[in-house]
């Protein structure tokens, strides 16, 4: 946690420090959590299959339909050779994901067996002081980056903070406000401004989140992400909102120079 602000600080800055802070502490895993990890440090070979058969492939047969049917307006004999050329362009495409995804999942796949041995949760309570939304319309929003201290972010994607089960309070039935990210009003709301998530050290998969504040309006939408930046599900970087762009750029720098490591970049965790 960070320090606690001199006796003669002003009192605007005491109310500061404790509208802003958190705490980063280990736990033991709950049976259920063991399974997670166990899961989560096997090599990930039912993704690997749908790339390449459900990508690759559907788009060989996609590509196969539509040169077929272009190159058969001017020769009924040319058009055989379209299969061969939608063939070459789905393997070539199918291949380059799979070797993305390959390199991708034995960073995260290293770290989860880092966490397996260690055999620790991450548990990180947060007191947040404000909250931007990343701007990215793919498999890893929503995106959120919390001011969590002075010089410190929480930075959080993925479609569990989409899912009610995620949340320890919450029903799906409860599920009504589209203004939140989790559906929800008030207290129950996700982003909250004080909130507990239970995640992977290293990997950084979120499993739970205990909300216990009020919600928090994001300040403003973002568009900072570069397509190169591989960032877990969650992770904690030095930074600030009003530099975020610089902050995400700095983070993918250390991040890439650990190896995917976040421990290597946040420390200060007592253990419970």
Not at 61 to 84: K, M, N, R, T, V
Not at 116 to 133: C, F, H, Q, T
Request: charged share 25%.
């Amino acid at each position: 946690m960070n320090s606690e602000p001199s006796a003669d600080a002003a009192h605007t800055d005491a109310e500061l420090w404790i509208t802003m802070t958190y705490i980063e502490r280990k736990s033991d895993p709950s049976e259920q959590e063991w399974e997670v990890l166990r899961h989560e440090a096997k090599p990930c070979l039912v993704s690997l299959v749908y790339i390449l058969v459900f990508i690759g492939g559907g788009l060989a047969f996609l590509l196969w339909l539509l040169l077929s049917w272009i190159i058969g307006f001017w020769s009924e004999s040319a058009a055989s050779y379209a299969g061969y050329a939608a063939i070459g362009i789905g393997l070539f495409v199918g291949v380059r994901a799979s070797i993305s995804f390959l390199r991708f999942n034995k960073i995260r796949q290293a770290a989860a067996i880092e966490d397996l041995k260690e055999g620790k949760i991450d548990e990180i309570e947060v007191r947040a002081s404000a909250v931007s939304k990343i701007l990215l319309l793919n498999d890893n929003e929503p995106i959120l980056c919390f001011q969590v201290d002075a010089g410190r972010l929480l930075y959080m994607q993925g479609q569990y903070m989409y899912d009610p089960h995620v949340y320890d309070q919450l029903d799906e039935e409860d599920q009504h406000n589209e203004m939140s990210v989790n559906g929800m009003n008030g207290a129950k709301a996700f982003p909250n401004d004080h909130f507990i998530i239970r995640r992977l050290p290293r990997h950084g998969r979120v499993l739970t989140i205990t909300l216990l504040g009020h919600a928090l309006e994001w300040e403003r939408e973002v568009d900072v992400l570069k397509p190169e930046y591989d960032f877990p599900d969650s992770i904690l970087i030095e930074g600030s909102l009003d530099s975020l762009s610089e902050s995400l750029e700095e983070a993918h720098k250390a991040f890439g120079r650990t190896g995917g490591a976040e421990a290597d970049l946040c420390t200060g965790v007592e253990d419970v």
